[in-house]
């Protein structure tokens, strides 16, 4: 089995940081792609940071600049972080990591998170 936990949400203010991780384990083999997803109330699920086991980094617009995803292969466990700053009031949404893993048993398949609520608000 494989688990995605999620850490590090919470109210901030306008123009606060947060820092969100998250950390795969279990039965893994080697974590390819990992990324960080939100979902705002009313609104579909977007793409926020990806990154490749190679440290490739991906962004949307909204957040070049102000985000910055990275993460750190451990022997057992991976961590993907995504550090946030200058944070706005529209960065408001729940954030889930995402994360594509090959499992000691040679399978391939996409993890989520149970994501973590993120709000901005002063």
């Known amino acids: 089995q494989v688990q995605l936990v999620e850490s590090g949400g919470g109210l901030v203010q306008p123009g606060g940081s947060l820092r969100l991780s998250c950390v795969a384990s279990?039965?893994?083999?080697?974590?390819?792609?990992m990324g960080w997803y939100r979902q705002a109330p009313g609104n579909q699920r977007e793409l926020v940071a990806t990154?490749?086991?190679?440290?490739?980094?991906?962004?949307a617009a909204s957040v070049k600049g102000r985000f910055t995803i990275s993460r750190d292969d451990a022997k057992n466990t991976v961590t993907v972080f995504l550090q946030m700053n200058s944070l706005k009031p529209e960065d408001t949404a729940v954030y889930y990591c995402?994360?594509?893993?090959?499992?000691?048993?040679?399978?391939?398949?996409?993890?989520w998170g149970q994501g973590t609520q993120v709000t901005v608000s002063s």
């Open positions: 279990g039965s893994i083999f080697r974590v390819n792609l």
């Open positions: 995402k994360a594509n893993i090959l499992d000691r048993l040679r399978n391939t398949r996409d993890y």
């Open positions: 990154i490749t086991s190679g440290g490739t980094t991906n962004y």
